[in-house]
């Protein structure tokens, strides 16, 4: 279980990053939205930057590029020359270069499944050599080539709910749901078989963490007032944001999931449905220092 | 009366959706704004997002779409291609087809009576086939030809406050605030004709739902405060966001008008004028907490 | 002195207005904004609308539309279609004919002095048949040919500060800040000499309120932090929203320049200096509850 | 060491204007803002109108006004007309004489470091005569022609962090971090070498404020959370405010990185990390009134 018990194993990391002035708390690469789904966007940067993170850049189509700026001072973003409305292909090479010298990055919320799109993604996910939060769209475009999916040049972080790991695995949701272990337990060995690095999160009640060759999690926060758009948005910015720190991989999955829906659960305990996404990502800075705390 | 007595109706569903981690909160669609009046589409669509429904999204003169993307990150928006700056006919059957596999719709917050608009809102109003909350402009649109109103796919919620509801009925205003439920009840006699479901909310002081078949509710919740506007944009998102959830119709239109009023007393109890239709939005977490807690 | 005993004069109105539900709250008509300066008419607008007003327009330069609608979901605005960045005079007809049914206008905050604008001012100035605030650069504009102030339709409201007195008065500073009171009794004396209604508002330490006939009121409000940006284009939207809710004009003049003061005191028990002009707006709807409860 | 002992220093200045009513709190020009860097402008802006100065005007490359005008309504700006995208050369003359009347001016955050903007940048920092906050790639600009760095018109205040002070003086950052008192004491004594007026703030955990024939001043205050974006910004923001509000250069240096960082610590009891920048500037006015207080 995915509990308090977990959190020791991320705080000495982000501990001793703290209780030191001189820390360089990373620069993360966010590539995220599309026409109509900025939001997503803003609230994955949003959870990034609530989470402790240095610097966040958000690369984005250029004829987007005013609604981040005037949604998101903290945040730099990069319009993208090519991209108009939505990242296309053109623009892959510029997105990788950008990425040189950033300690992670997130792709996914927003972007749409646009084929130009798809190519975009496709090129980033194979050959970004650092660890790559993988989120909605995202997921949705490599599932059109799961063969695929096993070549990547750094770690993978796949954050599907039980929609988008039915079109991964090829599994029903309704077969995801019931054998929820399972299917999180099959995407990973499936993805994993030519040594390559996945983690796998099953989002849902009981969010799932797996990874091969370390103990499969079940986290135990989180509430129904999550189930609104805009939350997992929020989970990519921090896991991202974790793993900029410097927190090993699984252990930012596994810490990021938890925070993000105990984040959640303080907002639960005053009303029960209709907190925002983007207040749960503002939540999760009292969250991170109650978690810290308990832990001394 | 609508009191609390009647929550009773509206919270087994709310609260079994709530209390397991399952529940699809539904998809609602809103089409609303135009220039100089997308604030009304984007106090409807916070009406619905802090009405705990699982998704809005919001269809939108294209040319209006970066000012909704900025002020609303937990919606989707869908800018509709041909129309400018307000809706326009040539857009209506892209609108009918977006609203596949939504499970409620709103129309009219801000949307004015263009006559392009209007042969717009007149053609989703007719086909659309599942439940829509029928908001300002769209009613003054429908008044114009009010024989054609019982014509409508599915189940239509009615909202208006004493003027619009004057130009649906040909009665001034002065003599429906004197007959407040005979105006009511007429308006839901003439629109129900046909065997048509249509259900009437008259806005004012002592708001009125009433639908063949069903008791008269006269609200107990509301305050003078609420005489400003954007009020009734964020009733339309509320009770569109109800009608997702599963409420059964005339339910959601009750709870959403008691709700609503319940979540300004909320704010009224603190300022007497000047709280602001986006902080009724809100209020409405807690208010929505506070009832379904009474009942348990 | 105009202190708590004058807001009695206010508050029979408003009282009456809010303790019934079938208040028309009246509608407002704000003039302002240019290039740089949208924030004036923000704020001008934001004042009037926690005021407890009903409606609030905002008419405004079009290429700055979406400035205005991002940042205002409560007012509405109106593009006007022939001034692009600031107003010109070819719109002037077209705000005449907005300003129908209204029950007062605001003009001025955020405007400039173009020569173009300066024709727009002037025509509303002199034709507008309603009670007008006339602040900022309205009242420089003005300043070019005071001879023709006294030439207005309807009642005037000028908000002038001690360099906007100086132009309009042709003394200097010194002199006025030496002699306010002389200054204010001038500025009435010389601007209502033909029979025209103008009440004179000389803002500063002990912003001074007079009328012909009228006792001349020192206000007890207010203090030192408000010597920053935006402070008085809040001021011009609370009187207007007073004047549209039916106040009397001078106790509209005055009842507003005591609120606004008032509610600065309010964030100045907390804070010094740093405070906002739209935490002003913000601190009225509270400001006015407690003044109301005060006097029953 | 820089405490609450030196605030003395600084509070006479601040109390005396802030006593009167009369007090001319100063407009503060900032140069500042580029295509995906505007939110450095927007909180070096906020940071100015926290600290309690007057007004505020934001020079900006037009392209990008929107942006600034619907985050900041308080502030001014002045949209640039030959400046696009980022700042030119071509703009220069037009910034030089819009400072005039102004008591102090910001150059650098978000500007980037295109030819155009260095030489820009290098104009107004030769010739502007009031006292200028020289920060972020305004620093990296001068950093090209260090030879140049003397000759300035007035004053002028750098605040590098040791990145940028390593370009400046042609250290490694190694280097100054671990000879920081000696690095700041170089860089004062090359900047200042012909009469000109050079303050140096280093920034880091400890930030050193020097100045030639002054005491040089290590900061007590301030925190890990403070390693995020937009810190920086917000204190330049600050330091030009106290500048135009009458403080003597040292002391306004001095006094804004030590009001920057408690402001930052009033945010730190709550919470550790994931505080923001703009949160950091909303502080500063209770911390400033605490600061005041106590010296009473």
């Keep these: 279980l995915l509990d308090q018990g977990l959190i020791e194993h991320l705080t000495p990391v982000l501990r001793r990053k703290h209780s030191s002035h001189k820390g360089d708390h990373g620069h993360l690469l966010i590539a995220a939205g599309s026409t109509g789904k900025t939001g997503a966007a803003i609230l994955s940067a949003r959870g990034a930057l609530r989470s402790g993170g240095g610097l966040v850049s958000l690369l984005i189509p250029h004829a987007l590029n005013s609604i981040m700026e005037s949604s998101l001072w903290e945040a730099m973003t990069i319009p993208l020359p090519k991209s108009d409305y939505m990242f296309t292909a053109a623009d892959a090479d510029t997105a990788l270069k950008l990425a040189e010298g950033k300690q992670a990055a997130v792709i996914g919320p927003g972007i749409g499944t646009d084929t130009e799109t798809a190519d975009f993604t496709r090129k980033l996910y194979h050959k970004l050599p650092i660890p790559l939060v993988v989120d909605a769209d995202a997921l949705n475009i490599l599932a059109l080539n799961p063969k695929d999916i096993q070549k990547a040049e750094g770690l993978r972080i796949f954050t599907p709910h039980p929609g988008e790991l039915s079109r991964l695995l090829g599994w029903s949701t309704t077969e995801i749901q019931e054998n929820r272990l399972e299917a999180a337990r099959q ?6 078989s030519s040594g390559s690095k996945h983690i796998i999160i099953l989002k849902g009640a009981g969010t799932i963490v ?5 103990r499969l999690m079940i986290n135990t ?5 999550m189930a609104t758009g805009g939350m997992g948005d929020v989970l990519s910015g921090i896991i991202g944001s974790l793993l900029c720190q410097g927190c090993e ?9 938890y925070l993000h829906g105990a984040a959640a659960d303080s907002l639960y305990r005053n009303v029960r449905v209709g907190y925002t996404a983007s207040e749960v990502a503002d939540a999760v800075p009292a969250t991170l220092k109650t978690l810290l705390a308990r832990d001394d």
């Design 187 to 192: 995407a990973c060995a499936r993805f994993n």
């Design 210 to 214: 797996c990874q091969p060759g370390r």
């Design 221 to 225: 926060s989180g509430n129904p007032g």
């Design 249 to 257: 991989p699984f252990e930012a999955a596994a810490a990021g999931v």
